[in-house]
């Protein structure tokens, strides 16, 4: 079992930068794909990035490719998500999600396990 924590969203006006981290517990980390995910209100969970247990494949979702880079931290069974040039339209809640395998993945139903999340509001 996996427990996944989490941190780092908050208020910011746009075209600032937030850093979120989720911390991992319970597993061998760096057997788990890590995904980030996000919801805004009425809206359906969508993917947001995802990289691979050995940090060596990262993928991203058109709308936030050369705005949002994930990495992870194998030794602190951590993976962050950097955000940069925010926009309203990245408000939301943001997950993360651990799921076993190396196949690019981004239906958060072939994800495992999954955080509580963490609230990201840019103000225009």
């Known amino acids: 079992q996996v427990q996944l924590v989490e941190s780092g969203g908050g208020l910011v006006q746009a075209g600032g930068s937030l850093r979120l981290s989720c911390a991992a517990s319970?597993?061998?980390?760096?057997?788990?794909?890590m995904g980030w995910f996000r919801q805004a209100p009425g809206k359906e969970r969508e993917f947001v990035a995802r990289?691979?247990?050995?940090?060596?494949?990262?993928y991203y979702a058109d709308s936030v490719k050369d705005r949002f880079t994930i990495s992870r931290d194998n030794g602190k069974n951590t993976v962050y998500l950097q955000m940069n040039s925010l926009q309203s339209e990245d408000t939301a809640v943001y997950y993360c999600?651990?799921?076993?395998?190396?196949?690019?993945?981004?239906?958060?139903?072939?994800?495992?396990?999954w955080g509580q999340g963490t609230q990201v509001t840019v103000s225009s």
């Open positions: 999600a651990a799921r076993q395998g190396a196949m690019v993945v981004t239906t958060p139903s072939a994800y495992d396990y």
């Open positions: 990289i691979t247990g050995s940090g060596g494949s990262r």
């Open positions: 319970g597993g061998y980390f760096s057997r788990y794909a």
